[in-house]
């Protein structure tokens, strides 16, 4: 069975109060700056195996998160720390070749496999050109060490001259991850690995993850919006609403007791394939949409949605406390011990 | 080759192909022969005949090793590696399938090696003093029907006949050799315009798409502006300030050979007075005349204004390309700026670049008629299919209707036309399936 | 007891240059008044082209279209013109569009597009249609929808674009409601609250649906039929709660195995379905899960089973020869 791996003893992935803003420029109406606040105040950990889920409905920030920790949008404050063999960089302070560096430890799978692959190039050169650019190995080698990932992922090594267009989507996803694979790097960012594909096939794709981190003692910080995919793969799964993380949890934890209103409600709203269960279970129906992420906003970000609301709620920002061992959670509804100590 | 006319076990691979060989030797003869009959003697028609015959056969035989050859993945040997279709392959499998393109490519291709022949032919042939070295008899193939520049006073006006096959003009010149002369310098005007557009649209389009931001919106702006000015009006500006120069220059030219005659008779005093007598100005033009002889101002004038549109073509898919997600993978792998231009996105550029340069030449083409027939551009001896044309409208007149002036040229110039652009149309349903595969 | 619509052996293919694909190929369809069909199926399984298709949307050449028969509301819709199928369309059977964000005109106000099809079928005024239209924003429970009828498109957000999509459904009072992937561009929290809108206009209204969807969740919660779709054929129907608690076709029985669900136990493997979706150009002979079939037998690669009931429940039926009760070819 799944052991839950200490979080504190081997982080490999530390991110501390990250934010990442995007200027929207003036809003014509009252002339002021208009700021997305995409990631605004992330901290967690990610222990070496571990799978981390991140969940949230679209728009919430999460894969501007994966995209900030891997540099390819800019952070506005916060840290970043990547630990190997005892070693720590600052990912965050990284620039120009120093950053590439970083880049070989830490990769990411992105959500299309139709749009992340260059359509006019091969599969060969597309897993080839990781090693090309860090330089690693002759050319023969490099064709070894292609067809080597190719046969990892479950492609056949003939196809190593095909384009992306003559591949089916789940083939597709298997290339994308074979390129993030080819530096050989300890952590994994999935931003949506398998929502793109078709229900039959995504097993497959999640089952290769599962087998690569058996194998490589990879860490994933998997990001989804699909509750159920999660749940299966994550050790911890964090929810995150409107730039913010509400509740984090290990995923025993988190599907059986949910504590904040929104983790409650989202969990509620995803419909079970049993059509018993599914009509009697109890719902919880939020009203209203998300509001935008650029509208300013002091209390807690939720409250306009939330059936349990308090006065409280619209003034104070709740902010992540330690609820019991592996379970946090940002709601006043559940006051910390610290707090009222 | 799904499509071949043959069956199967007649397919073999290119180095096992009984007919590979003998259709690279016929053609290495063909070429020989026509080399040969070109430049050599005072040939006949029969001669002629004779390498039109062996292209023939050439291209035949080259067609049936072509239908008849296997494919290299499906040959004898089995091979480790399976081929995969690039969308280059791709799209060159739509583009065939393209019957009006395919066609026009032929047609196309046909006009333009005509005019190159005649143009390799003529000088292949030197000229001394206003006289072809060679000295060709008046009825032979070469003086009648390539020869552009051999004039004939008994036989001006001529309509078309077999000995003149497009009829001859004012001064007796063969109107095919001159209609074939004319089309070399108008696909040369319209090759070169579109690559000067070409190099001048895609690197400012480029910068300015994928600098982005402040860079971006000044180097567009400059673009919007010169879009508001009349594109012609800048042409015929250009074109009038050299045409100026020229005349300056000729003057300067003049006095020159005058200094050359006194330094050849002695008299140092007189050449010196004359040296006096050239202004810097008359040398400037002088220089730039030598430096930009008319053709390549014609190029560059043509070149300079068409390049805007080509311009905002490239900076629109810089932009979608940049926010692509294969790009941020790149960047994700660690690829530097560089890497991602030239391996990312300029790969998936070239396929609008493409298609937009074959509309491109027939625009440029017919601005370069245009301007040739209201006398700017090209000029005597040197012709194109504009400045014919417009030869051919002075000789119209209703009692004597010389058609053949303005029809020969007008028509070569709009089947070309017609041609390029269905070849751009082609491409461009070739290059962008849309909804054919993501 | 008449159907409300009856499809008998629809048949849409398409030419295409690699072959004729054949992506609706010999389905039946009944729907009751009042009834909530499910079509359920991966991406290319035809579902899509099959509720186009019942619309009449689908532009007859190049598509190829053969049925026996197309009945709905007792008229044969099979070889109808299409100014007959402008009379149907919109009025007593509607359709709601996947994509909430593309199929509303931006130039036009919500208002506007929801009185459309009451002038073009009921022949409204212009304010009888907008009083209407005001009710019907009510009724899908958008907010202050007098005000809101003025806005346009841009100003809702995705879930509210899809209340409106329904309104407009809804207007002209229809028999059958076809919902293509209704919510599948949505969050799970909007999700949520669209399909409750639309199981309440079920029980209010009657009006019957049909709806396609690739969410086996979804489908569980709505509706009272299940077809599942395999390759532009049906390869299994029966009522949801036989469907799921009994599946009997192997490719039903794999996809409720592969969907991870939130009731199950975390940790521990996915159960795929192995291979690739099929190619619709060039289907085996047999049966065209064979491929990926984990009960199949030689028979299958030979002949496509048809769809014929179930041994012991006469209710359902699945087009498969292997007899999951006891599959003697078992692997």
Redesign the interface.
């Known amino acids: 069975?799944?052991s839950i791996i200490s979080t504190s003893a081997f982080p490999v992935l530390q991110v501390d109060s990250l934010r990442v803003l995007f200027d929207q420029g003036r809003d014509r109406a009252t002339g002021k700056r208009r700021i997305l606040r995409a990631v605004d105040g992330i901290s967690f950990e990610l222990g070496k195996g571990e799978t981390l889920g991140i969940v949230g409905?679209?728009g919430c920030g999460k894969s501007t998160l994966a995209?900030a920790i891997?540099r390819?949008v800019p952070i506005a404050s916060g840290s970043v720390t990547l630990s190997l063999d005892g070693k720590s960089t600052r990912v965050d302070q990284q620039e120009g070749s120093s950053l590439?560096g970083i880049?070989?430890h830490l990769?990411?799978v992105?959500?299309?496999p139709?749009?992340?692959?260059?359509?006019?190039?091969?599969?060969g050169d597309i897993l080839a050109?990781?090693l090309i650019?860090?330089n690693i190995g002759s050319r023969k080698d490099r064709m070894g060490m292609v067809q080597d990932l190719m046969k990892e992922v479950g492609l056949d090594p003939?196809?190593?001259?095909?384009?992306p267009?003559?591949f089916?989507g789940?083939?597709r996803q298997r290339i994308?991850i074979a390129?993030?694979l080819?530096?050989n790097p300890q952590v994994l960012l999935c931003d949506e690995p398998v929502s793109a594909l078709?229900?039959?096939?995504?097993?497959?794709v999640?089952?290769l993850l599962?087998d690569l981190q058996e194998r490589r003692g990879l860490s994933y910080l998997f990001i989804a919006?699909?509750?159920?995919?999660v749940?299966?793969i994550?050790h911890r799964v964090g929810v995150m609403y409107l730039g913010k993380m509400v509740e984090l949890a290990s995923?025993?934890d988190l599907?059986a007791h949910p504590q904040h209103p929104y983790t409650q409600?989202?969990?509620?709203?995803?419909?079970?394939?049993?059509?018993?269960?599914?009509?009697s279970r109890e719902?919880i129906?939020?009203?209203g949409?998300?509001p935008s992420p650029s509208d300013e906003c002091v209390g807690c970000a939720f409250a306009s949605r939330c059936r349990q609301v308090m006065a409280r709620c619209r003034e104070v920002m709740p902010i992540l406390e330690r609820k019991d061992a592996d379970h946090q959670v940002a709601c006043h509804l559940y006051p910390s011990e610290s707090i009222q100590a | 080759m799904s499509s071949s006319p043959f069956p199967a076990r007649f397919r073999r691979p290119w180095n096992e192909h009984p007919l590979s060989l003998p259709a690279n030797v016929l053609w290495v003869f063909t070429v020989l022969l026509a080399t040969g009959v070109g430049l050599l003697s005072d040939f006949s028609i029969l001669a002629w005949l004779a390498v039109v015959g062996m292209t023939i056969a050439a291209t035949g035989v080259t067609w049936v090793v072509r239908s008849t050859l296997d494919s290299p993945n499906v040959s004898s040997k089995p091979s480790?590696?399976?081929?995969?279709?690039?969308?280059?392959k791709?799209a060159l499998r739509r583009w065939r399938r393209h019957q009006m393109a395919t066609a026009s490519s032929v047609v196309l291709l046909t006009i333009a090696l005509a005019c190159a022949s005649q143009h390799a032919l003529i000088h292949l042939v030197p000229i001394a003093m206003n006289q072809r070295t060679i000295d060709f008899a008046p009825d032979s193939f070469f003086s009648l029907h390539i020869d552009h520049t051999r004039t004939h006073e008994g036989h001006t006006y001529q309509p078309p006949s077999s000995r003149h096959w497009f009829g001859t003009d004012s001064l007796g010149r063969d109107l095919f050799a001159r209609t074939l002369f004319g089309g070399g310098i108008s696909f040369l005007v319209g090759l070169v315009g579109t690559l000067v557009s070409v190099a001048i649209g895609v690197s400012w389009g480029a910068t300015a798409g994928y600098a982005g931001g402040r860079i971006d919106t000044w180097m567009m702006r400059a673009v919007d502006i010169l879009y508001g000015l009349p594109f012609l009006f800048l042409v015929i500006l250009i074109m009038t300030l050299v045409n100026g120069l020229g005349t300056i220059a000729s003057k300067a030219e003049q006095r020159y050979a005058e200094i050359e005659m006194n330094r050849a008779q002695g008299d140092l005093a007189q050449v010196a007075a004359l040296e006096e007598k050239i202004t810097a100005e008359e040398r400037t033009a002088l220089w730039m005349t030598r430096l930009f002889p008319p053709i390549v101002v014609v190029f560059i004038a043509i070149g300079l204004v068409s390049w805007l549109t080509m311009a905002r073509i490239t900076r629109g898919q810089v932009l979608s390309l940049r926010e692509?997600?294969?790009v941020?993978?790149?960047?994700?792998?660690?690829?530097?700026p560089l890497?991602i231009i030239f391996?990312?996105i300029v790969?998936?550029l070239l396929g609008p670049v493409i298609v937009y340069s074959t509309l491109t030449i027939p625009e440029i083409m017919l601005s370069e008629a245009f301007l040739s027939f209201i006398g700017l551009g090209i000029s005597e001896p040197s012709c194109s299919w504009g400045t014919l044309a417009s030869e051919g409208l002075a000789g119209i007149n209703v009692i004597k209707p010389r058609w053949w002036l303005m029809f020969y040229p007008a028509a070569a110039l709009s089947i070309s036309l017609f041609c390029l652009n269905f070849i751009g149309d082609g491409l461009r349903d070739a290059l962008d399936p849309k909804g054919d595969?993501? | 007891m008449t159907a409300l619509l009856d499809v008998v052996n629809l048949r849409t293919s398409f030419p295409t240059p690699s072959g004729l694909v054949r992506a609706v190929d010999g389905v039946n369809l009944k729907v009751e008044p009042g009834g909530s069909v499910g079509i359920v199926g991966?991406?290319?399984s035809g579902k899509s082209v099959l509720s186009l298709t019942i619309m009449g949307l689908v532009a007859c050449p190049p598509a190829i279209i053969t049925a026996d028969k197309i009945e709905f509301e007792g008229r044969d819709l099979s070889h109808a013109s299409q100014a007959q199928w402008r009379g149907v369309r919109g009025n007593r059977l509607a359709m709601i569009f996947q994509d909430p964000m593309t199929s509303l005109n931006p130039f036009l106000t919500v208002g506007d597009q929801l009185a459309e099809p009451l002038i073009v079928h009921r022949q409204a005024s212009a304010a009888d249609a907008r009083n209407k239209a005001k009710e019907l924003l009510q009724r899908v429970g958008i907010p202050a929808a007098s005000e809101r009828l003025d806005a346009y498109p841009h100003q809702f957000?995705?879930?509210?674009r899809q209340r409106v999509m329904i309104a407009m459904a809804m207007a002209c009072e229809p028999a059958l409601i076809i919902a293509d992937e209704p919510t599948t561009a949505l969050?799970?929290?909007?999700?949520?609250?669209i399909?409750?809108l639309m199981r309440e206009i079920r029980e209010s209204a009657g009006t019957a649906f049909v709806l396609i969807t690739?969410?086996?969740?979804?489908?569980?919660?709505f509706c009272d039929e299940i077809n599942v779709m395999y390759a532009g054929r049906v390869v299994e129907r029966g009522s949801?709660?036989s469907i799921?608690r009994d599946p009997r076709h192997p490719y039903t029985k794999?996809?409720?195995e592969?969907?991870?669900?939130?009731?199950?136990p975390?940790?521990?493997?996915?159960?795929?379905?192995?291979g690739?979706?099929p190619d619709l150009t060039s289907l085996p002979v047999g049966c065209s899960y064979a491929p990926?079939c984990r009960w199949v037998q030689p028979g299958c690669l030979e002949t496509a089973p048809t769809l014929v009931p179930v041994e012991n429940d006469p209710a359902r039926t699945k087009a498969c020869f292997v007899d999951m009760a006891d599959p003697k070819g078992q692997v």
């Open positions: 069975m799944k409905e679209s995209r891997l390819l590439r880049r070989r990769q990411m992105f959500q299309d139709y749009a992340s692959l260059n359509p006019r190039m091969t599969v050109e990781p650019i860090f003939k196809h190593v001259l095909r384009y267009h003559e089916s789940g083939q994308g390129r993030a080819a530096l078709d229900v039959s096939v995504r097993s497959q999640l089952n599962l919006h699909d509750l159920a995919v749940k299966r994550s995923s025993d599907y409600a989202l969990l509620s709203a995803i419909p079970v394939p049993d059509p018993e269960i599914e009509r719902r129906i939020l009203s949409d998300l | 480790d590696v399976m081929k995969g279709t690039s969308l280059w791709d692509r997600e294969f941020t993978a790149a960047r994700a792998i660690g690829a530097g890497r391996l990312h790969p998936n595969r993501r | 991966e991406s290319g957000s995705g879930g509210m969050d799970v929290t909007v999700q949520a609250q399909l409750d690739h969410d086996m969740g979804v489908a569980a919660g949801t709660r799921f794999a996809l409720l592969s969907v991870p669900r939130l009731d199950d975390p940790g521990g493997r996915f159960l795929p379905i192995p690739q979706p990926r």
